[in-house]
């Protein structure tokens, strides 16, 4: 073994499981595929920064998640002009969820929800949280949580019908 080689702390082995789920749930919060592996690079790299102190945590996971939400509202008031989308279809690969069009429609749809709601959504029905998780990692009351996840599938609701989606099909 090299003498130059860093020691193995288990963060690459961390990066390597959960890179795609946040992968995931970062373009759920962004809706643009690179902004979401900007995202995620970004909260690995803060991460890092601290993995002794959080590699010791019960869900270090939830740490990484706290810190993309925190990120990605930081980086939406700072309004990055420098960089434009090429492609507005862009997404992943797979799709997991029903058709593109369909897919398509809710990342529309989430991107037009206030910050703070758009993430308890993103956490709680594409990041599999609870509801008590979910609160933590965005520093809130479980209350705070159920109130913006009923206010925002009530918009959801309002901003995909039935109507709207045969519009994308047709």
């Known amino acids: 073994m090299s003498s130059h080689a860093p020691p193995d702390d288990g963060f ?6 959960h890179w795609a789920p946040l992968v995931r749930i970062a373009y759920l919060l962004t809706g643009d595929r690179g902004y979401a592996e900007d995202l995620v ?26 810190a993309m939400v925190n990120t990605a509202t930081s980086w939406r008031r700072r309004r990055r002009v420098g960089e434009v989308p ?18 398509q429609q809710v990342v529309a749809a989430l991107r ?26 965005l520093g809130c009351s479980a209350g705070t949580v159920k109130s913006q996840a ?21």
């Not at 090429?86 to 897919?103: A, F």
């Not at 009530?154 to 019908?161: A, W, Y």
């Open 150 to 170: 009923s206010r925002g599938l009530e918009r959801l609701r309002e901003l995909i019908t039935p109507a709207a989606l045969e519009r994308t099909r047709g």
């Open 86 to 103: 090429l492609l507005t279809t862009d997404g992943p690969s797979t799709d997991p969820y029903g058709s593109v069009e369909h897919r």
């Open 112 to 137: 037009t929800l206030p910050p703070r709601m758009r993430a308890v959504l993103v956490l709680r029905y594409f990041g599999d949280l609870t509801e008590a998780e979910i609160a933590e990692t």
């Open 12 to 17: 690459r082995a961390f990066v390597e499981q």
């Open 41 to 66: 690079q970004a909260a690995l790299e803060k991460t890092h920064r601290k993995w002794g102190r959080v590699a010791k945590m019960e869900a270090p996971v939830a740490y990484v998640r706290r």
